[in-house]
Every structure is written in C-alpha cells, then in structure tokens.
C-alpha cells in the first residue's frame, strides 16, 4: 500500500532547497531553462506564485478570481529575495495547517478542492528549483515518488489549462495515443496509477486513458524524474535518458503544444 504524499510538507522541503541553491549566487546568473530569465526573475516568479496561491486557499474562493494581484512585499533589491522566498513558503505553510484539503474550492484543473492548490504549488516550486540547480551547474536531485506524482498531476491537469496553455487546443487526433512510462518504481504515490501513463488524443480532446493495458502509437521510457523534467521541457526526448518508440511525429506534436 502506498503512502500518501504530504504535499504541504513537500512544498516547504523543496523551498528550503531553493532558497539554499540561490542564497549566495549571483542573481543575475541567466536560467537556460526558462530564456530570458535570470536567478533574480525565476525567485521572485516562484515567491509570487506561492504568495498568489496562499491568497487563494486564504479566501477559499468559489469562482474564477478577477485579479492575479497580490501584495507581495518584494525587497527592493535581488539579493534579499531568497529570505523573501522563504517567508513566502512560511505563509504558505500556515496556510496549508488551517485549511481544510478537502474543503470545495474553485481550481483551474480536475480536482476542484483545495488540496488542488497545495499540490499545484509543490510542482511550480521543484520545477523551478530544478531551473535554478541546472543554472548553477547542479545536479537537480528530485524524489521519484514526488516525480512520479508530478508526472500524474501534470497529465491530469493539461487538458484544462488551455487558458494559459493554448497550444493544447491542438493536441487532437484520430484515436492517437502516447504512453509514458517509468523504469523506476512500481507506483506514482498517490493511489493515482501505477506509473505507466497512456494519453488518448481524440477528435475533441485529450487526457489520460486509465486502460493502460492498451497498445501505444508512441511511448517514452524513462526514471519518473526524467519524465517529469521532459513533460515541462527541461529536457528533451532525444537527450539518451529515454526510450523511445513509435510514431516520432506524433511525439514531436506533443512536444510542441503541450507546453505548460
């Protein structure tokens, strides 16, 4: 039996690892990752978004909000946003221990409860920690049961977030499926597979396919960290960290409009 994840105590864990990778580097430091970016842009990105986030499960809200503003409290120089991050993920945290998970909320994605939030919050941060390891030449070390579960959440949600992502609008097919799978483990750690994901691409959509028993046109092989890092575009399918069969194109299409 698998143990659920504590998304809340993962959230703090890995802001923890963030602030200690930048602490001391140069915040100018350019993020490949994320073009155009500098240490400085991707800290304050994250902060932003926590601060965002802990409004939200704050206010409980029932609807779509009509303002993304926030009061942030952005220091006035870069160097003093790493503590600033960390009181993000401090505010947060309180947050996350007064609120109930499970209580109703709106949510952009499938899961519209609060613990939607806190979920969604760990992946913004790791993902980006990730940015911030690789700028600075790190090994970025992920946990594959957080991995796993990110790979999960991510292809749960895709298919609603058109809104910010409209390159999905495109990821439509004939009955065309693609199947990750990881070469890891047995299970993503959250009851919500087994670690193998297959996506269905129809004539009016897309999502995740639970019959993961079905054949593939295409499929990628890999650790559930490189899943993970290749489904946000950290890393690409051709970089030997995979196994890759099938239909190329159908890949290659994914790859272009599933940007998140």
Known sequence: MTTPIDHAAAVAAETSRFVATVRTADPATPVPTCPGWMLSDLVRHTGSVQRWFTVLLRQKLQEPPRS???EL?????????PAWLAEAAAQAGAEFASVDPDAPMWAWGA?????FWVRRMLFETLVHRV?????????P?????LAADGVSEFLTNLPFAAGFAPGTAALRGADRTIRFTRTDGDGDGDGDGDGDWLVRLRPDGF??????AASADASVRGTAADL?????????RSAGRFEVLGDDELLAHWTANSAF
């Open 131 to 139: 940015d911030a390891d690789l700028a600075l030449g790190l090994d």
């Open 207 to 212: 999502g995740l396919d639970r019959q993961a």
């Open 68 to 70: 993304r503003d926030v």
């Open 73 to 81: 409290h952005l220091p006035p120089m870069p160097d003093g946003y």
């Open 141 to 145: 070390d992920i946990d594959p049961v």
């Open 228 to 236: 993970l890092l290749l489904l946000y575009g950290r890393l690409d």
């Open 111 to 115: 899961d519209q409860h609060a613990r």
